[in-house]
């Protein structure tokens, strides 16, 4: 069964710095990966995806796949206050079943 | 206004009552979800259904059943509550085919088991 593994498990940065969050799978059966940012008391909420190996951006937002290492990360930089939330990795095992990792707690200090 | 919608947002109740959480979404995807977030924020899912049709169902206790009427709403029924199903429950909605498409959640609804 495929897992998905996050780290780090919390972040603090100041703000304006570039936040960096770093999610491995099991295996590489996931063909869509997914970064979700969630707030306290709402549902997530899908931030940026990315299919093939390689990097994606998208504003201040970075990601990277490495489907060899079956890694991926997501960097945000000049990270804001407002940008304080969970983090969730997630992946598809297949076309009905999304896996999520257990979520970077991520906190930008003014 | 397109989204998903769940109901209510909170409940609270005790060991051994039946409740009933509600989901509708209005973005006319084919696929519909539950998931469970723990304390921990780890997401778990535990449903997935397409076009009304059950297609995954994970290791989850039998008290735990979900009634799809139409492919638009997908509800969740807990039997007898137990003390571990305090949690909030997640639903999203997706479209199967459509390249990349990330599952779109609602708010939750969060239940305390006493």
């Known amino acids: 069964q495929e897992k998905v593994q996050q780290s780090p498990e919390s972040l603090i940065v100041p703000e304006g710095a570039m936040s960096s969050l770093n999610c491995t799978f099991s295996n590489s059966a996931s063909q869509s990966i997914w970064w979700y940012q969630q707030h306290p008391g709402k549902g997530p909420e899908a931030l940026i995806?990315?299919?093939?190996?390689g990097n994606k951006k998208e504003g201040r937002l970075t990601v990277y796949l490495n489907r060899a290492s079956l890694h991926v990360s997501l960097h945000i930089r000049d990270s804001q206050p407002s940008d304080s939330a969970v983090y969730l990795c997630?992946?598809?095992?297949?076309?009905?079943?999304?896996?999520f990792g257990k979520g970077t707690h991520l906190h930008v200090l003014p | 206004e397109t989204a998903v919608f769940q109901t209510p947002n909170y409940h609270v109740t005790q060991v051994g009552n039946e409740v009933s959480f509600n989901c509708k979404q209005t973005l006319g995807h084919d696929t519909m979800y539950w998931y469970k977030q723990d304390s921990k924020k780890l997401l778990k899912i535990m449903f997935s259904?397409?076009?009304?049709?059950?297609?995954v169902n994970e290791t989850v206790p039998r008290r735990f059943s979900p009634q799809s009427s139409d492919k638009a709403h997908l509800n969740l029924r807990i039997k007898s509550v137990e003390p571990e199903d305090s949690a909030v429950y997640l639903c999203?909605?997706?479209?199967?085919?459509?390249?990349?498409?990330?599952?779109?959640f609602g708010e939750g609804t969060r239940l305390s088991v006493l």
């Open positions: 999203a909605s997706s479209q199967q085919g459509s390249n990349n498409q990330a599952p779109l």
């Open positions: 995806s990315i299919f093939s190996n």
């Open positions: 997630a992946g598809d095992t297949n076309a009905y079943k999304v896996i």
């Open positions: 259904y397409n076009n009304k049709q059950l297609i």
